[in-house]
C-alpha cells in the first residue's frame, strides 16, 4: 500500500484544531499595518484621523439622542422619567466600564480592542434601530455602551501612541476637533433625521460609518508597542468603581430632578463616597491595580484629571442652559441649534489651529492657563449678558475658542505624565472625566435653574460654571515647571 494511502501524520482531527487555532489568533491578536502605510510619512495622521471616527460617532450619539425623547414617549406611552433612561443607562454604562477596558487594553492590545469597540457599538446601534419596546432600546443602549467605552478607553493611548513626540499636542487637538464636529452635528442631524426617516434612523446612522471606520482602522491603526505586565483584571476593584460612579451619577440625577424622592439623593451619595473609599483602599493594596494611586499623586495627573473635569463640565453646562432659555423665550428649535452650534464650532476651529497660532515657545501648561483664562471670560459674559439669541453666540464662541485650546493641551499634559505600558488606562482616565464632567455639568446647571428660577437662572448657572472653571485655573498654577 502506498505512503499516501496511510499518512502518518497529521491526524484526523488537527485540521479542525488548526483551524481554530488560526481563528483564535486572528480574533486574540492584533495585526500590523501594511508596510506602505507604516512608513508613510502620514502614517500618524492616518491613525489619528481613524480615531476621529469613533470620537465623532461618540459625541454625534451624546448629542443626537435627546432628540429622539419626544417620539420615544409618543411611541411607546412612556413617561419623560422613563425616556431619560434611553441616555441615563448609557452614559452610567459607559463611566464604569472606561478604566476597566483601559487596564485590560493595556494588557491585550489597544487596536485589538478599540476595533472591537467599533464592532459592538456598530451592532448595538442597528439593534437599538430596531428596538421593539422601550425596555429592548434601554438594554441595546448599555451594550452600546460598553462597545462606546472599548472606544473611547483607547482613542487617546492610540492618539498618544502614534503621534510623533512632537505631535502630541497637535494629534489631540485633532481628536478633539471630532469631538466638537459630532457635538455640532447632533442637534441637526438628528433633528433631520427625526422629521424625516424617524427616530430609529438616529441609531443606524451609526452603522454605516462603523464599518467604514472598522476597515479603515484595521489597515491604518498601529499596534500596541508595549504592553503592560500581567493578565489578570482585579474584579474587586472593577466592582467598586463601577458602584461608585453609577451611585454618583444617579445622585446628581435625582438631585436635578429625575423623579425619585429627594432623600434618594443624600442616600446614593453616601454610597458613592462609600464605595469610592473603598475602591482607593483597594487600589493601594492591591498588587495589580486597575489605577496605580503613586501616578495620581504627582503634580501633573491628579490636577491634570481634575482640570478636565472641570473643562468638559463647563463645554456641556451650556448644552443644557441655551435651550431652557431660548424656549422660556419663545425661540424656536432651529434658532437655538444655530445658536448652540458656536461653542463646538469655537472648539473645533481653536483646537486645530492653535497649534499654529499660539506661540511655539509655550508650554502646555500655559497653554493649559490662557485657555482657563478665556473660559472665565465668557462664563463672565454669559452670566452679566441676558441670554436672548441675538447675545448668546459671543460667550458661547468665545468659551468655545477657550475650550479648544485648553483641552488638547490638557489632556497632552495628563498623557505625558502616565507610562506608555498603560497608555491605555491613562485614556480611560481622561474620558471618565469627560463623562463624570458631562454628568456634573448638566446636573449642576439643571439645579441651578432649578432653585433660582426665572432670569436669575441662567446667571446663576453660569456663574456655577464660571466656579468649576475657577478650580481648573487653579490647578495650572499649581503645576511644577518644565510641563
Not at 482531527?13 to 489568533?25: I, S, Y
Not at 457635538?183 to 427616530?199: I, R
Not at 452603522?207 to 500596541?224: D, E, M, N, S
Not at 423623579?259 to 483602599?281: C, E, I, N, Q
Request: proline share 7%.
Amino acid at each position: 500500500m502506498s505512503v499516501r494511502e496511510h499518512p502518518a501524520a497529521p491526524p484526523p482531527q488537527a485540521p479542525p484544531t488548526a483551524t481554530g487555532g488560526r481563528l483564535r489568533t486572528l480574533l486574540t491578536t492584533e495585526r500590523a499595518r501594511p508596510e506602505a502605510v507604516r512608513r508613510h510619512p502620514w502614517a500618524w495622521r492616518l491613525a489619528v484621523g481613524t480615531v476621529c471616527f469613533g470620537a465623532f460617532m461618540g459625541q454625534l450619539d451624546a448629542s443626537i439622542v435627546t432628540l429622539t425623547y419626544q417620539p420615544l414617549r409618543t411611541e411607546f406611552h412612556s413617561t419623560p422619567a422613563g425616556v431619560e433612561w434611553v441616555s441615563l443607562a448609557y452614559l452610567l454604562t459607559l463611566v464604569a466600564f472606561l478604566v476597566p477596558v483601559g487596564r485590560i487594553s493595556d494588557v491585550r492590545g489597544r487596536k485589538l480592542m478599540y476595533l472591537y469597540g467599533f464592532a459592538v457599538f456598530t451592532a448595538a446601534s442597528a439593534a437599538c434601530g430596531l428596538a421593539p419596546g422601550l425596555a429592548a432600546l434601554v438594554v441595546f443602549r448599555v451594550v452600546q455602551a460598553v462597545g462606546a467605552a472599548m472606544m473611547q478607553a483607547n482613542s487617546v493611548a492610540l492618539v498618544t501612541t502614534s503621534a510623533p513626540p512632537g505631535k502630541m499636542r497637535a494629534a489631540l487637538g485633532i481628536q478633539a476637533a471630532g469631538q466638537a464636529v459630532g457635538l455640532a452635528l447632533g442637534p441637526t442631524v438628528g433633528g433631520a433625521l427625526v422629521s424625516t426617516l424617524g427616530w430609529r434612523w438616529v441609531f443606524g446612522v451609526n452603522v454605516p460609518i462603523g464599518l467604514f471606520a472598522l476597515v479603515a482602522g484595521h489597515y491604518l491603526l498601529p499596534r500596541t508597542r508595549k504592553c503592560a505586565a500581567g493578565s489578570r483584571i482585579d474584579g474587586l476593584g472593577v466592582l467598586l468603581l463601577g458602584g461608585s460612579t453609577t451611585a454618583g451619577l444617579l445622585a446628581l440625577s435625582v438631585a436635578s430632578g429625575l423623579g425619585p424622592p429627594a432623600w434618594t439623593a443624600l442616600l446614593l451619595a453616601t454610597a458613592a463616597v462609600a464605595a469610592g473609599w473603598a475602591f482607593l483602599r483597594r487600589q493601594a493594596r492591591c498588587a495589580r491595580p486597575l489605577v496605580d494611586l503613586a501616578l495620581l499623586r504627582t503634580q501633573r495627573l491628579g490636577p491634570g484629571l481634575l482640570a478636565g473635569l472641570c473643562g468638559y463640565l463647563v463645554l456641556f453646562g451650556p448644552l443644557v442652559l441655551v435651550p431652557v432659555e431660548l424656549a422660556r423665550r419663545g425661540g424656536a428649535p432651529l434658532t437655538t441649534g444655530l445658536v448652540l452650534t458656536a461653542l463646538p464650532l469655537g472648539f473645533a476651529l481653536a483646537a486645530t489651529t492653535a497649534e499654529r497660532l499660539l506661540p511655539a515657545g509655550w508650554s502646555d501648561r500655559l497653554r493649559s492657563r490662557f485657555g482657563v483664562l478665556g473660559c472665565l471670560a465668557a462664563l463672565a459674559l454669559l452670566a452679566a449678558l441676558p441670554p436672548t439669541a441675538a447675545l448668546l453666540p459671543l460667550p458661547l464662541g468665545l468659551l468655545g475658542l477657550s475650550l479648544g485650546v485648553f483641552v488638547p493641551a490638557n489632556n497632552a499634559l495628563v498623557m505625558r505624565a502616565i507610562p506608555t505600558s498603560s497608555a491605555g488606562t491613562g485614556g480611560g482616565m481622561v474620558n471618565l472625566t469627560r463623562g463624570l464632567g458631562t454628568a456634573v455639568g448638566v446636573a449642576a446647571v439643571t439645579l441651578a435653574m432649578h432653585l433660582v428660577p426665572g432670569d436669575a437662572g441662567a446667571a446663576t448657572a453660569a456663574l456655577t460654571m464660571l466656579a468649576f472653571a475657577a478650580v481648573a485655573l487653579l490647578t495650572t498654577l499649581g503645576r511644577g515647571p518644565g510641563e
